[in-house]
């Protein structure tokens, strides 16, 4: 199973790998905050996400677009990011029987439910090793200002006493890349797994290459080069040279980078431009269609490429 991009559920799917077979787990996991159908891992119906409080039911559908705002009130609301845990136990030991001893694992997982993800994968086997930041250039923010909470309900002193003040999150710039690794095999040495398993270390060329930020001290914050072709195909599509920096800082040529919810398959394409292999695992039939024919543009053009270079 190599340089294949598989249509399924990567919880079935991976049962399939066998075991110590590929040299590196890159993924963008659903985070469980979403509205959309792949992202909703939880059975509440009374959600933060679908539901409305009986405040926002009484204005009439003001916060209908938005859903109801986290606040802890329900137990079933507090039960989604234990559910997204349990999610994410459902294929954590599965992920560290195919990855090779001292392999790495960098997962993509939403601010709000990633220590969940942690937590399965430590008790799946796994080390956290570090957490990354990926530092974006721009992100959408909305956070109201509550002194105009204030003024439409009329009440201008408090108005004036919270002028500055707003409620929501600051701007969201970094997304967290946890980064795991199966621990190398008992007695040996990190030094002795590279030599018998090709991974466990890193390469300190990835970083000077892509990161922008700072290539003296190899910095765990990640700042790459993101252009326009990296949107469009997905709704949480990552860019392009993140996902190489990734690939290239814990593998070589040749060797295999699993990405198991491979959405428009940003993964396996910067696999394939690195000359690595790949296998990538996607649910959603639509979804799927576009990284097949974007992995099939790519042998396309390299192909061309190839022919250009020989004439
Ligand atoms: C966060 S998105 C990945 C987007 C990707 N980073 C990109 O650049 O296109 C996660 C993807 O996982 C897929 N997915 C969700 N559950 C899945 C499952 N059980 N098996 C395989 N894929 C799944 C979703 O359909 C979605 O496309």
Not at 126 to 154: C, M, N
Not at 221 to 235: F, M, Q, T
Not at 247 to 255: A, E, W
């Amino acid at each position: 199973m190599i340089d294949e991009f598989v249509l399924g559920d990567s919880v079935n799917v991976i049962k399939s790998i066998p075991d110590d077979y590929v040299h590196a787990i890159i993924s963008d996991i659903p985070y469980g905050i979403g509205y959309e159908d792949w992202d909703v891992l939880h059975n509440n119906a009374n959600s933060a996400l679908g539901g409305a409080s009986a405040a926002q039911i009484e204005m009439g559908g003001l916060f209908k677009r938005r859903g109801k705002p986290l606040n802890g009130w329900s137990a079933a609301d507090k039960l989604i990011s234990l559910e997204y845990q349990n999610w994410c136990g459902l294929w954590a030991s599965d992920w560290l029987r195919v990855l090779k001893p001292g392999g790495s694992c960098f997962v993509f997982a939403g601010r709000r439910y990633s220590h969940r993800c942690v937590v399965a994968l430590e008790d799946g086997g796994f080390t956290l090793k570090d957490v990354l930041a990926w530092e974006k250039s721009s992100a959408p923010h909305r956070a109201q200002r509550i002194s105009e909470i204030y003024k439409r309900r009329g009440d201008n002193r408090n108005s004036l006493k919270w002028k500055g003040w707003r409620v929501a999150n600051l701007r969201p710039l970094f997304e967290p890349i946890l980064w795991f690794q199966k621990p190398y095999r008992i007695g040996g040495t990190i030094a002795d797994n590279m030599l018998e398993y090709g991974v466990g270390a890193w390469n300190e060329q990835a970083l000077e290459t892509y990161n922008l930020n700072d290539e003296s001290t190899y910095s765990n914050v990640l700042k790459v080069k993101a252009d326009k072709n990296d949107r469009g195909l997905h709704s949480t599509q990552k860019p392009l040279k993140l996902m190489e920096c990734l690939i290239s800082l814990v593998t070589k040529k040749g060797q295999i980078v699993l990405d198991p919810f491979a959405g428009s398959g940003t993964t396996c394409v910067a696999a394939k431009c690195l000359d690595r292999r790949y296998i990538g695992i996607e649910i959603d039939e639509k979804i799927f269609n576009i990284a097949k024919k974007r992995l099939s543009d790519l042998v396309k053009q390299s192909s061309f490429r190839e022919f250009v270079a020989t004439v």
